[in-house]
């Protein structure tokens, strides 16, 4: 990989986040890209490493990083009791989707097939069990969940069992997965002014051929 060709990966992920953009952030008043911002501000704020900033940033990615056949978590309209009602015009019966199963997984996947770290992709995959960790951990953690949230734990698998809770704060990475919840939770201002999209493009860019030249070092020690 050279700095074109990790250039044109970071052009490709940046262009499903800002198609994701047009897509709202179902039970919130801020867009999908809005969100993920806000959540990669926060870790910069936290003087977070590269990789937790990236993860930050991308966590959502699996949301859009998808074919249109991909599973969707479909629920009525009605049960959202915090959307803005004129989202639904006359019919508030209808079914709206509050996110495509398993996209933690399939962000991370995706991630890491372009050739972003095991700690970026680790972190992406975490944000939807750390939810499941919370809300079993902490009961009243499920009460500060939207609609959307609360409606999409159903189908990731709902809270953690007590031994799913020993066995995750077991995790080497436990308190940095807590932590990047932590930022995805907050990540809900409306008209927060934080760095764009474009602001992270060195980063990725040089996150990328390090990954490369970490590799190439690997393959050179084992022969």
């Known amino acids: 990989m050279n700095l074109d060709s990790a250039a044109k990966i970071v052009d490709a992920v940046f262009q499903v986040l800002i198609e994701g953009s047009q897509q709202d952030y179902i039970g919130e008043k801020i867009s999908q890209l809005e969100h993920s911002l806000q959540a990669a501000a926060s870790a910069q704020e936290a003087n977070a490493d590269e990789e937790t900033i990236l993860a930050a940033l ?124 932590q930022w995805d939770d907050a990540a809900k201002v409306v008209d927060l002014t934080v760095p764009d999209l474009e602001s992270y493009r060195s980063m990725a860019i040089r996150h990328l051929l390090q990954q490369q030249q970490q590799q190439q070092q690997q393959q050179q020690v084992s022969c």
């Open 58 to 181: 991308l966590h959502d990615i699996g949301q859009f990083a998808t074919s249109a056949d991909q599973k969707q978590m479909l629920c009525d309209a009605s049960t959202l009791t915090d959307l803005d009602p004129t989202a639904l015009g006359s019919d508030s019966k209808k079914q709206i989707s509050v996110g495509v199963t398993g996209h933690e997984r399939i962000g991370a996947e995706y991630l890491a097939r372009l050739g972003f770290s095991s700690k970026v992709s680790t972190l992406v995959e975490s944000h939807v069990p750390v939810k499941r960790y919370l809300t079993g951990k902490y009961p009243e953690y499920y009460e500060t969940l939207s609609a959307a949230s609360k409606l999409s734990l159903k189908y990731q698998g709902g809270p953690y069992t007590q031994e799913q809770l020993q066995l995750f704060e077991n995790d080497p990475l436990f308190e940095l997965k807590v932590q990047l919840r």
